[in-house]
């Protein structure tokens, strides 16, 4: 296997459950799950790769990953269907010693240095696969070679009260590490780990081997590597990151990252030519609005089809709202189907979901936010009804 | 359908399309918030099992050949067949009218004498329908038939352009003509022939080069067989600004849009741009329209079609109107029975109409 040298070859995890997420990861992985209309949270780190003139990805797949496979594709809609490198798709395998599952993230890449070596890169970039942002990695990796840092990891600042979520680096002013602390209970700093680091090859290489050979090692980046390379007494750098960065880990913080992108102060701005986010999108015709509708503050996607009320919310391709149906403060993802007279509010809508005629889902000014997962069907408890598969075709 | 390969003619021009074609073949007018009129005979032909096909450049063809590029879209980026782009005949001038110039073919007779396929698909780049062509390419193979003509039956043939077809009990040809009234056999631009026998139609015209292949048909109707398929679904037929107008406002008719665009084993394909979500914010009425991605709207749009990334600012009133990809109407701007080309800028409290048989087109990167 001869394969072209690359600089930096980056690693994308996103093999991770995403539990807290529910049902929405019922049957996909949390990077496919679909975000602000027209996305899959993945989109955002491959586009960002792109953006950063990194064509060379490795994708580490472990659970449910049917979808986001086929998703990814030749990962041709970020422009990674590259001649000299590409997007590999990296789930766990079997060797002749037998075969495991991936243990934590660290174990993930280890068990992939054999892709990485054929590479033979000078860095390695390590991202997660869910993550909100727009970032060029190659500012990052600039800032690496110049300190000659043998890790460097991107942070952002953290309000002080929340600082104690985070996974906390302390460094001096010239970003240089001395400490990283793990949800600390009395930070003595708000720079809080993003998840992306760049690591010299060489070093990451030989930190992953010992780690594999430590039996009592979670194998993970933050908990087992990190802190081992810096009681190594290695150069780790921490690298300010200023713009949009979000780890949308719950339910709660999926829905209100969602809804800031209706807010034009939020700094999550998906509009601008700048960065662009790419994503591998059917082609669907444009949306259609109805003679009756009305829809005040909303994104709306193409192959939706808009006949009733739409206040607050965020509508992903192929989203059907019936006459007399209201949606408010909530987020329909891809063919998830409103019928007549159906109600819902505060609510996420899974995938091809149906909210039956006459349905009422969610309260208005409810804390807890109500999710449907995939392909469900939403009946209205006062009416038998047949209910039948919505989108555009239906009408 | 297996065998068969696609030849599509993009030519065609006449003097009533005003500033949409000016700058750009009548083939890739942008049409629908989306497509360009081309997308309907390429996605017709893949959809229906082509995997090569030739596409004749017109004397505009910049925004084709940006357009199409290397037919991924179409899935036709592959190792066999795919995407041929053909230089046209006649890079120099326009051409009115003529669609399929035997120059067209004689230019490229390479494609089609290297091609193994023994049928071809022809077809202009005017007119917007989804069909299949697997059950008429069987039907043509198993008739014995030489050419398939096919056409619509309409009852306003003085409102159409011609040419119709004149058919006998069986429907086989018996005469083309240019005008027709009432009833009659509108040809869509769209005909199947045996490869064998397009090549000796070109062989046996080639002094002629300056004809058109239809007026070729025309001539042999006796000497050959030429059969006619009747299509039945909705055509649109872009021969000028108004029937733009009335094509895109077709759009908005649910039966139409349906056939168009939501028949799962017909798809209609086009570039991709990855455009973000369409934005109505708080003060935006929108109704009977169909809206693209990318555009942000906060004034009141009816009955319209808005491309992508259109802006319409607060208060601005779009009624009737087509604006295409990055039009920006700023606020209190009031715009009734216009087309607005690409990256039209309309300034704040502007008032422009046209009416409804002649509507005002601003041009490509205007501002008004």
Request: aromatic share 10%; with cysteine; hydrophobic share 35%.
């Amino acid at each position: 296997m001869h394969m072209h040298h690359q600089e930096c070859v980056a690693m994308l995890l996103a093999g991770g459950q995403g539990s807290r997420l529910g049902a929405l990861t019922k049957n996909i992985a949390k990077p496919a799950v679909a975000f602000g209309g027209k996305h899959r949270i993945i989109d955002f780190s491959l586009s960002n790769c792109t953006n950063s003139n990194i064509n060379t990805v490795g994708v580490l797949t472990q659970y449910k990953p049917l979808f986001l496979n086929s998703y990814i594709g030749t990962g041709a809609a970020w422009d990674l269907d590259d001649t000299h490198g590409g997007v590999s798709v990296l789930p766990p395998f079997a060797t002749e010693s037998g075969g495991q599952w991936y243990r934590g993230t660290a174990d993930a890449i280890y068990r992939n240095i054999e892709y990485i070596d054929s590479y033979n890169p000078l860095y390695v970039l390590i991202i997660s696969g869910d993550h909100l942002y727009k970032m060029d990695y190659s500012l990052m990796l600039d800032y690496h070679k110049k300190t000659k840092a043998d890790l460097t990891i991107s942070v952002i600042e953290v309000p002080w009260d929340e600082a104690s979520r985070f996974g906390i680096l302390t460094a001096d002013e010239n970003g240089k590490i001395s400490k990283f602390s793990e949800k600390p209970k009395n930070p003595d700093s708000n720079l809080a780990s993003m998840g992306i680091y760049i690591f010299d090859w060489h070093i990451l290489r030989s930190a992953l081997i010992k780690d594999s050979e430590d039996p009592n090692s979670d194998h993970d980046f933050g908990k087992n590597v990190i802190p081992m390379l810096l009681s190594e007494g290695k150069d780790l750098y921490a690298y300010t990151f200023t713009g949009y960065w979000k780890d949308v880990g719950t339910i709660d913080s999926y829905y209100h990252t969602n809804m800031e992108l209706l807010d034009p102060d939020s700094g999550f701005n998906i509009f601008e030519d700048e960065m662009r986010v790419f994503s591998n999108s059917n082609i669907y015709p444009p949306h259609y609005i109805g003679q009756s509708a009305a829809i005040d503050n909303a994104l709306v996607c193409n192959g939706s089809r808009i006949l009733g009320h739409v206040k607050h919310s965020i509508l992903s391709f192929g989203v059907f709202i019936d006459e007399d149906a209201y949606v408010e403060d909530s987020i329909l993802l891809p063919g998830a189907t409103l019928l007549k007279g159906a109600r819902v509010y505060r609510s996420i809508i899974g995938e091809n979901s149906i909210i039956s005629p006459g349905a009422v889902l969610g309260e208005p000014d409810s804390e807890e936010i109500t999710v449907i997962g995939d392909n469900q069907t939403v009946e209205n408890p006062g009416k038998k009804v047949e209910a039948d598969k919505g989108g555009e075709s239906r009408e | 359908m297996n065998n068969v390969l696609g030849f599509i003619t993009t030519n065609y021009m006449n003097e009533n399309f005003g500033k949409l074609a000016e700058l750009r073949s009548v083939s890739t007018i942008p049409f629908g918030g989306r497509y360009r009129l081309i997308d309907f005979p390429l996605s017709n032909m893949v959809h229906s099992g082509v995997r090569s096909v030739g596409v004749t450049t017109a004397h505009y063809y910049r925004s084709l050949v940006d357009h199409l590029g290397a037919g991924k879209e179409w899935a036709l980026d592959r190792k066999q067949g795919g995407l041929f782009l053909l230089p046209g005949s006649i890079y120099g001038m326009r051409r009115f009218e003529g669609k399929f110039l035997l120059r067209d073919f004689l230019q490229n007779r390479a494609y089609l004498d290297r091609a193994s396929e023994d049928t071809v698909i022809v077809s202009a780049s005017n007119k917007i329908f989804n069909i299949d062509f697997d059950p008429i390419v069987t039907k043509h193979r198993s008739s014995g038939a030489q050419v398939t003509m096919i056409y619509k039956e309409i009852a306003d043939a003085h409102m159409k352009r011609g040419p119709f077809l004149e058919l006998d009990q069986e429907g086989n040809l018996i005469g083309l003509t240019r005008e027709a009234a009432g009833n009659a056999a509108w040809f869509l631009d769209c005909f199947i022939i045996n490869t064998k026998d397009l090549l000796s139609l070109i062989d046996w015209y080639e002094t002629m080069d300056y004809t058109d292949m239809t007026e070729i048909l025309s001539e042999n109707i006796t000497k050959m067989k030429i059969v006619s398929h009747e299509f039945r679904g909705y055509v649109g037929a872009v021969d000028s600004s108004y029937d733009y107008m009335q094509c895109s406002l077709d759009l908005l008719k649910p039966e139409i849009r349906n056939e168009l665009f939501n028949n799962n084993r017909n798809k209609i394909y086009t570039k991709v741009q990855d455009a973000p979500p369409s934005k109505y914010l708080p003060y935006s009425h929108v109704s009977n329209s169909f809206v693209s991605s990318g555009s942000i709207i906060e004034g009141t749009v009816e009955n319209s079609i808005l491309f992508r990334n259109v802006k319409i600012g607060r208060g601005a009133v779009v009624r009737n109107s087509i604006i295409m990809q990055r039009g920006q109407i700023e606020p209190g701007a009031v715009l009734e029975n216009v087309i607005c080309d690409k990256f039209v800028f309309v300034n704040a409290h502007t008032r422009l109409s046209g009416n409804r048989y002649k509507p005002l087109v601003i041009g490509k990167h205007e501002t008004v």
